[in-house]
Nanobody, 127 residues
Framework: QEQLVESGGGLVQPGGSLRLSCGASGFTLDYYAIGWFRQAPGKEREGVSCISSSDGSTYYANSLEDRFTISRDNAKNTVYLQSNNLQPEDTAVYYC????????????????????WGQGTRVTVSS
């Protein structure tokens, strides 16, 4: 069973940065498009970004592209989410998942289009 593992979360002050990592246990990520999502307390899980397998093309949800950057390092079998200028409203558990419809992202952040969710990494933005 494929399993993703997130890491890199923590407590950060407003305006701070974090780099989240999404790794794979027992398989390689090269073939897959990978999405990042987040779920704030009391809210539904929402898409943040997706990165394709073949050409590394990316999609971002809403207006997050100005502060979030997704990237991948296939040699390290890891997908990253660089998060800058974090604000209290970014407080959430961040998850990564495999986009199982295609090997490239289509702009969909429908939860049903993703599988093999990790356990998440918690990001808390507070002074």
């Amino acid at each position: 069973q494929e399993q993703l593992v997130e890491s890199g979360g923590g407590l950060v002050q407003p305006g701070g940065s974090l780099r989240l990592s999404c790794g794979a246990s027992g398989f390689t990520l090269d073939y897959y498009a990978i999405g990042w999502f987040r779920q704030a307390p009391g809210k539904e899980r929402e898409g943040v970004s997706c990165i394709s397998s073949s050409d590394g093309s990316t999609y971002y949800a809403n207006s997050l592209e100005d502060r979030f950057t997704i990237s991948r390092d296939n040699a390290k079998n890891t997908v990253y989410l660089q998060s800058n200028n974090l604000q209290p409203e970014d407080t959430a558990v961040y998850y990564c998942a495999i986009f199982h419809r295609r090997t490239y992202c289509t702009g969909s952040f429908n939860l049903d289009d993703y599988r093999s969710w990790g356990q998440g990494t918690r990001v808390t933005v507070s002074s």
